[in-house]
Each structure stands twice: as structure tokens, then as C-alpha cells.
């Protein structure tokens, strides 16, 4: 079931770009040929199969390719994508929504812009590429754009939603959603230990990490005895790791690291992977996130939600009306 979000704009390359590569216009088929028939109109199989090719070779100049589930998956759900397509053009066709030239040469414009097709051989080759005449490529842009006014008079005004109904999603949900737990920011020296090392090895290791911390204790910089002696990669930036939450530490070292202030080292920690001595250098208490600062997020969500279920009962209710029978 399609979706229409953001400005016309955006929705016009995204029609454009799905009518011009994967639909065409109406063909008389055998019911060999046929994927289905909407009220009379035929969807041929070849325009199923002409997405699929688009979408494997898409999916190819990505680097992976296309499971034959997958590919099965697919050509149902474009089938009910073209026959969703037809309904809506003939409901547009019905109340006589009109576009105009300019809208279409607008559309083409970002057609071109979204392929980066730069010249005319470009567009000319392109065209050939998916057995589009140029007459061909304006009828089904004009097509798409009559789908975009329907959906923009009958299912865009119910996908609105109103500041109350933000504010009420955003308090509603303030502690699980919009919420940022305590975190600090830390520092490390590491000294790996290593598999299976003696117990002489590992008190050597631990004694070596401790002077460094004595050192450090009586005015040395961390950041520059990280440089020198730490074996994480963390080390060429001083042995800065970042903002972590307690979620986000490993057990052995959470319990410490969220007990210290900032500015303060830890003693010699031990984990399964070595010794570590840690230095709080920064703490955020826990913060809400002020509305103002998620409104359009929480508006676009609602929207999004309420957009879905609009559409899906206009669909619904031209698939009511329709005579639709499938060969595929």
C-alpha cells in the first residue's frame, strides 16, 4: 500500500520515478499474458516483470542480490501495487482532477535531478533502457501526478495532526521516549591480559599500571600517559572512549565509573580482558527533552501512523466498488 509523506515535491520524484521505470499504459492481453484486470483494464505480467528487473538490478549495483523468495515476495506485492495504481487514476479520472503541463515538466526536472542525468543522450539513453518514447514518459508522469492530487484532497487532510495531540503523545510517553539517562564521559589506560598468563605475569602488569596511576596522581596527564602506555585503540586520542549509559558499560565497570565525580581516576580495575584505570572527564545528569525540541518528530510519527489508516480506508473502499480479477 503506498505512502505520500513529506512535500509535493518529494512525492512527484518518487511518482515519477516508480510510473516512468516500472508502469506503462494500457495494453490488450491474452489471459496468458495478464496479471490481472481492474474494472475492464488490463495490467499485463510484462509490467511485473519489467519491476522485478529494475529492483534486481538496483539491488545488483548495491552489491547483493535478490533470494528467489524474495523475488517471489516481491511480485506479489508489486502486482498489488499496480492494481492499487489503476484504482486510484480511475477515481482520479472520475472527478476530473487535471494537471497541467508545467506541473509535468516540473516532475521531469527532478526525475533528471534524482538519476543525475545530466544531458539529453543521458535521458535519451535511459528512456531506451526501459522502452519508454519521451510522449510515453509525460502520459505516465500526468497519471501519477492525478494519483498525488486525489490522495493530497481525500487522504492528507485526515494525516493531520494538531499541537494538542502532540503535546498529549509527548507527555503521555515523556519517561519511555523522551528521556536521556545519566551518562559519562571516560578515559582509559588498558593493559591487556594476557590468555592463560601466570600469576607473576599478571601482578607485574597490574604493578606497572599502578605506578602509572601514581605518576599521574602526583601531576602527570592522563591523556599523554594514555598516549604512551595504553594498548586500546583509544589510545592515539588520549584514551578518550566517549559518553557512555550504565547500560552501555560492562557489569565490572559500571558499578565504579558511575559512583565517581568528574575529574576523578579510578583505582587498577580488573575485567576479563585486562587492567584498566578509568578517569571520569565529563557527567550528564539525566535530562527530558523539552517538546519544542522533538515537536516535528513526534508530529511526523502521529501523522505517519494516521496516514496509514486513511489510506488503507479509501483503499478499501474503491476495492469494494472494483472488479478485480487476478492471474498471478
Do not use: C
Request: glycine share 6%.
Amino acid at each position: 500500500m503506498p505512502r505520500i509523506r513529506g512535500s509535493a515535491l518529494r512525492l512527484w520524484i518518487a511518482a515519477v520515478v516508480a510510473v516512468s521505470l516500472l508502469f506503462g499504459g494500457h495494453l490488450a492481453a491474452r489471459e496468458e499474458t495478464r496479471a490481472a484486470v481492474v474494472d475492464g483494464v488490463t495490467i499485463p505480467k510484462a509490467k511485473v516483470e519489467t519491476a522485478i528487473r529494475f529492483y534486481k538490478m538496483a539491488a545488483a549495483s548495491s552489491g547483493r542480490g535478490v533470494s528467489p523468495g524474495e523475488e517471489s515476495k516481491m511480485r506479489e506485492e508489486m502486482l498489488e501495487r499496480l492494481i492499487v495504481d489503476q484504482l486510484l487514476y480511475a477515481e482520479a479520472s472520475r472527478r476530473k482532477i487535471k494537471v497541467s503541463g508545467k506541473e509535468i515538466d516540473k516532475a521531469l526536472v527532478e526525475f533528471k535531478k534524482r538519476y543525475r542525468i545530466k544531458s539529453e543522450k543521458e535521458f535519451k539513453s535511459l528512456l531506451k533502457r526501459i522502452h519508454k518514447s519521451p510522449k510515453a514518459l509525460r502520459e505516465d508522469t500526468r497519471r501519477q501526478l492525478m494519483r498525488y492530487k486525489l490522495l493530497s484532497n481525500k487522504v492528507a487532510p485526515k494525516a493531520k495532526v494538531s499541537d494538542k495531540e502532540a503535546e498529549k503523545f509527548y507527555r503521555d510517553n515523556v519517561k519511555k521516549l523522551f528521556t536521556s539517562p545519566k551518562k559519562v564521559r571516560i578515559s582509559q589506560i588498558f593493559m591487556v591480559l594476557p590468555r592463560g598468563g601466570k600469576y607473576q605475569e599478571k601482578k607485574r602488569i597490574k604493578s606497572e599500571l599502578e605506578n602509572i596511576r601514581r605518576q599521574i596522581s602526583r601531576g602527570r596527564s592522563f591523556a599523554k600517559m594514555a598516549k604512551r602506555y595504553s594498548q586500546d585503540p583509544s589510545a592515539k586520542e588520549g584514551g578518550d572512549l566517549g559518553y557512555f549509559t550504565e547500560k552501555e558499560l560492562s557489569r565490572e565497570l559500571t558499578s565504579v565509573v558511575f559512583s565517581m565525580n568528574k575529574g576523578e581516576m579510578s583505582r587498577v580495575l580488573e575485567t576479563s580482558r585486562g587492567y584498566h584505570l578509568i578517569k571520569v572527564t565529563d557527567l550528564q545528569k539525566p535530562r527530558t527533552i523539552p517538546f519544542k525540541e522533538v515537536k516535528v518528530q513526534v508530529k511526523r510519527h502521529l501523522g505517519a501512523g494516521k496516514w496509514s489508516k486513511a489510506m488503507s480506508s479509501f483503499l478499501k473502499g474503491l476495492m469494494a466498488k472494483a472488479k478485480i480479477k487476478r492471474f498471478m
